[in-house]
């Protein structure tokens, strides 16, 4: 019973271990594109330096997102209010980045195309890894909710893990006008 008892527990620390490996690269995606931003903010400023305010709105959200800090342990309310935090962040970088269709100039600028492909890179590397994050929870969910896992997860304090889901209104097709 012992050895049964230890292998049940063992197989669950492993696959939490998994959820927070998974979550710490959703955090690295997350710094990465942190840290790219006040370097395309830097350049498009030298192009556009009029536009103030898009500029305070770009460094307010990363500030905010920034701020916020989550565990692999979030629970389901914790896990919303941060990808709402990036959700704006991504919003204020489509903005800034579609100033670039204001400056033709800004557009040709070799080290604005290297920021912003990273970005565009980055952007995925998030998708990716978040979905890696998602999986590595389903898999250990799954683990401590079957019988009689569930009794031992109970036990031993194992709770579910909550997952990234999409944002509010991205099951709509958005309109595209020309």
């Known amino acids: 019973m012992a050895f049964w008892l230890a292998g049940k527990y063992n ?13 710490s690269q959703v955090e690295n995606q997350y710094q990465r594109r942190s840290d790219l931003i ?6 498009v400023k030298g192009y556009a330096e009029h536009e103030s305010q898009v500029f305070e709105n770009v460094t307010e959200a990363r500030a905010k997102a920034t701020q916020m800090t989550l565990s ?3 629970t389901p309310e914790q896990m919303m209010a941060f990808q709402a935090a990036q959700g704006e962040l991504t919003q204020a970088l489509g903005r800034l980045l579609a100033l670039a269709e204001n400056y033709p100039d800004l557009k040709a600028n070799e080290n604005f195309r290297d920021l912003q492909a990273q970005l565009e890179g980055t952007e995925n590397r998030i998708a990716v890894a978040r979905n890696a994050f998602n999986e590595a929870a389903k898999a250990y969910n799954i683990l401590i909710r079957k019988f009689p896992n569930n009794i031992v997860a109970g036990i031993f304090g194992f709770g579910q893990k909550a997952y990234f889901e999409a944002d509010e209104g991205a099951d709509k097709v958005p309109v595209v006008e020309f």
């Open 38 to 43: 006040p370097n395309l903010v830097a350049t």
């Open 11 to 23: 197989a669950m620390v492993t696959a939490e271990e998994n959820v927070t490996t998974a979550w």
């Open 72 to 74: 692999e342990d979030a």
